[in-house]
């Protein structure tokens, strides 16, 4: 099971946006309420709160810094993260897991036989994917109910049922 980040991305600043100071930001992951007016987040070595917030078309969101009141100032931040500290990452719903928490776990299938170990999660427009690297080489699980019974973060063990297709022999 992976060791909490000391710090998770939560955008990318893209570029300075008017007079000012607003920043176009892309939002990475989804967190709700991460750019919520009186949030902080950190830019770098600095911590910067946010004063409001609006889209700005499509994922794009348009954020005013305090502190950053011209464009100038705006533009200094571009190709920066805006990170949230892990500490005051928000609790998920019961059944979901930032991906840090699965990366390492050891996968079985539901008859008890190891897959191998997950070692990555890819994200794709319907549902992530958990990358397994076992014996048998490389299997790729659709983070789905139907097909991950379990997760166990404490055992780090993760249940699997693939379809006939799919399983590994």
């Keep these: 099971m992976g060791k909490a980040p000391a710090t998770i991305r939560a955008g990318f600043v893209r570029r300075a946006v008017g007079l000012a100071g607003e920043v176009e930001v ?5 967190t709700p309420g991460r750019f919520a007016p009186g949030s902080v ?12 917030s609006h889209e ?15 464009r100038d100032a705006a533009e200094q931040l571009r190709g920066s993260y805006l990170e949230i500290e892990s500490a005051e990452l928000p609790a998920l719903p019961e059944g979901a897991f930032y991906e840090w928490q699965l990366i390492g776990l050891q996968v079985y299938d539901v ?5 191998g170990r997950l070692e990555e999660v890819l994200e794709y427009p319907a549902n992530d994917v958990y990358l397994v690297e076992g014996q048998g080489g490389q299997v790729l699980v659709p983070a789905i109910r139907e097909v991950v019974r379990k997760v166990d973060l404490e055992a780090g063990r993760m249940e699997i049922d693939l379809p006939a297709e799919e399983e590994v022999r």
């Design 56 to 70: 700005a078309g499509g994922v794009l969101l348009r954020l005013k810094i305090a502190g950053v009141d011209d």
């Design 111 to 115: 008859g008890g036989r190891k897959v």
């Design 41 to 52: 987040l950190r830019a770098g070595n600095t911590r910067v709160e946010i004063e409001h």
């Design 26 to 30: 892309e939002p990475l992951g989804a």
